[in-house]
């Protein structure tokens, strides 16, 4: 399988700030990744699909602008959130996609003040 | 388009008695079907997998869930439930197996197991 990791695990910050959630695929060369959002209580809605060396795409009614994606390597994708309004408060959650399966990182947790 | 449907948002089950959460999808190709579980503040460890081979697959903690393509279905299920199977199962389907394929979830099913 691949192993995903995710830094920060947990980030609070103040409203109106910038926050960069890092993914990385240590054993694996994923040219997509995916990145999920969930809400307490709430399942993983698919945010958008992180593409290698090219622009993302969003899901419906996710704001291309406020969720910066970037895939610039075949192990690493970042989304940053940019503006982050207290209704971002979530847990991020990145996963790489092997065949059938799909490896999940273990999350951040995104707390905003 | 490929959609999850999971009956029953909350489960509750004594210890040691069976354990069903259902799933029903919907799917324009054979998909690809998954049971996760979470635990509280952890991310997804897969429980177990169907992908075109037995029809009845077995996963990790007791587990297994039955594909059944006339109802559409993968219930999971344990023949007895344990207090440490309390967390939070999602079920999920895949139609593109290739890599970028996407991977939709249900809603979600708490099971809460009494003592």
């Known amino acids: 399988g691949a192993v995903v990791s995710q830094h920060p695990s947990r980030v609070i910050c103040k409203s109106g700030t910038s926050v960069k959630i890092e993914c990385r695929s240590l054993d694996f060369q994923a040219t997509t990744m995916f990145w999920y959002r969930q809400f307490p209580k709430q399942s993983l809605m698919l945010m958008a699909t992180?593409?290698?060396?090219?622009?993302?795409?969003?899901e419906q009614g996710v704001e291309k602008d406020k969720f910066l994606i970037n895939h610039a390597s075949l192990t690493l994708s970042t989304l940053t959130v940019t503006s982050a309004h207290p209704e971002d408060s979530s847990f991020y959650i990145c996963s790489v996609g092997l065949g059938p399966r799909q490896f999940f990182g273990p999350g951040t947790r995104l707390t905003v003040l | 388009a490929q959609s999850v449907t999971q009956l029953g948002s909350h489960v509750s089950v004594s210890e040691g008695a069976l354990v069903l959460l259902r799933c029903n999808y919907s799917?324009?190709?054979?998909?690809?079907l998954f049971w996760y579980v979470q635990y509280p503040n952890q991310g997804l460890q897969l429980l177990l997998k169907y992908t075109s081979a037995a029809t009845l697959v077995k996963g990790i903690n007791g587990f297994e869930a039955e594909f059944k393509k006339s109802e559409t279905s993968f219930h999971l299920t344990k023949p007895s439930a344990h207090m440490s199977d309390a967390a939070e199962y999602f079920c999920a389907v895949k139609e593109d197996t290739s890599n970028t394929g996407k991977l939709i979830f249900g809603q979600g099913t708490t099971l809460q197991v009494k003592p």
């Open positions: 799917s324009s190709v054979p998909p690809y």
């Open positions: 992180s593409n290698e060396g090219s622009k993302a795409t969003y």
